[in-house]
């Protein structure tokens, strides 16, 4: 899926994002070569920081972190990339919720609470940070989307109301969606094992599955402000569309997203 000799024609336009790469070895610095998290910070449009493993790493811890540098990044937002890289691993060992409690039965199936703890404890010291620890982060502005009314049925509207000061003139893209939970289209049973059919069915069964789509349409964005209509289709199974998305994008090249 990616091929280090490719990481020469990388060239990211617009603002330098923060990579992380949660996979084994991404940021290796023992071996003769350059590693693959070295490579993307040192390529002249590649990203400002990047996050990645030096050793093998493993999915139970993997997975816990990359949730808790999520959610201290987009809830907590930290003014540097070393703040929350720091929040992160701190979160790794302290955070309780009811994920991860899910995800502890899940893993506790093969692995005992010693076990799992030692597996956070050491990839605390695996994660390594490539870059200016001091370097601030450029969060997007917030977009503020206003829906009314707030239930709609089946061969109705709504009007959607978009203000994002801080992208001045550009578009907006708006969409209806499903809730992610449910799926709008119809799934086809899949063909046995030796059916020369049964790969594009499987394929096709998740692009559908995957569309939360409702309705989208493109509006205007003049001074951060935008308005749009959206028309819930009338064949439209009821309770379909709970969940509501709106994103906006301007020049220069910055974006905001609500939901």
Not at 22 to 42: E, Q, Y
Not at 135 to 152: D, E, N
Not at 159 to 171: P, Q, T
Not at 200 to 206: D, E, F, G, L, T
């Amino acid at each position: 899926m990616l091929e280090a000799d490719v990481l020469a024609d990388l060239s990211i336009l617009g603002r330098s994002p923060i990579v992380t790469l949660i996979a084994c070895a991404m940021g290796s610095f023992a071996g003769p070569g350059d590693s693959v998290g070295a490579s993307l910070l040192a390529a002249p449009n590649g990203p400002i920081a990047v996050l990645s493993s030096t050793e093998i790493s493993y999915v139970y811890p993997n997975t816990i972190f990359i949730r808790e540098l999520g959610l201290v990044m987009t809830a907590e937002r930290p003014t540097t990339v070393g703040e929350a890289f720091l929040r992160a691993k701190q979160r790794v060992m302290t955070q309780v919720d009811g994920f991860r409690a899910q995800l502890d039965n899940a893993f506790g199936l093969s692995l005992s609470d010693a076990d799992m703890d030692a597996l956070r404890r050491s990839h605390l010291h695996l994660y390594t940070l490539f870059g200016d620890p001091a370097l601030v982060i450029g969060y997007p502005a917030p977009a503020t989307v206003s829906v009314a009314p707030a239930t709609v049925a089946p061969g109705g509207s709504v009007a959607v109301d978009i203000l994002a000061a801080s992208l001045g003139d550009g578009a907006a893209h708006v969409s209806l969606e499903t809730a992610r939970s449910k799926i709008l289209g119809e799934l086809v049973p899949v063909p046995p094992d030796d059916d020369p059919q049964r790969d594009a069915v499987i394929a096709a069964n998740y692009e559908v599955a995957n569309d939360k789509v409702v309705v989208v349409t493109e509006a205007a964005l003049v001074g951060g402000a935008a308005q749009a209509d959206l028309a819930v289709p009338a064949d439209l199974p009821r309770a379909a569309t709970t969940s509501r998305s709106a994103s906006t994008t301007a020049a220069p090249r910055r974006s905001a997203r609500s939901s």
